[in-house]
């Protein structure tokens, strides 16, 4: 079993920047990948950005380079950097942990871009 615990969220200005954290604990294997999906009202949840244990990322379209993705293996933990926010970008995000053939979720973290 993998737990993942989200901080960060908040309401923030179109324009302005959050970041938000996830951190790991349990089983964690040494080839995973963590990521962060989002999930608007009446939208289906889309992944926004990930990473590699190795540190290769991609990401959305939608975010390319507005959203940075960074991580510490020593503390199992990833990070998003959000700039550039936008009122479409107001969502409930999930950190997301693969590894070892399974998939965990956190609970999710509210950000609200306000116009």
């Known amino acids: 079993q993998v737990q993942l615990v989200e901080s960060g969220g908040g309401l923030v200005q179109a324009g302005g920047s959050l970041r938000l954290s996830c951190a790991a604990s349990g089983s964690i294997f040494i080839d995973n990948v963590m990521a962060w999906y989002r999930q608007a009202p009446g939208k289906q949840r889309e992944l926004v950005a990930a990473?590699?244990?190795?540190?290769?990322?991609n990401f959305a379209d939608s975010v390319k380079g507005r959203f940075t993705i960074s991580r510490d293996n020593a503390k199992n933990a990833v990070y998003l950097q959000m700039g550039g926010l936008k009122p479409e970008d107001t969502a409930v995000y999930y950190c997301?942990?693969?590894?070892?053939?399974?998939?965990?979720w956190g609970q999710g973290t509210l950000v609200t871009v306000s116009s």
């Open positions: 990473i590699t244990s190795g540190g290769s990322t």
């Open positions: 997301c942990y693969r590894g070892g053939y399974l998939e965990f």
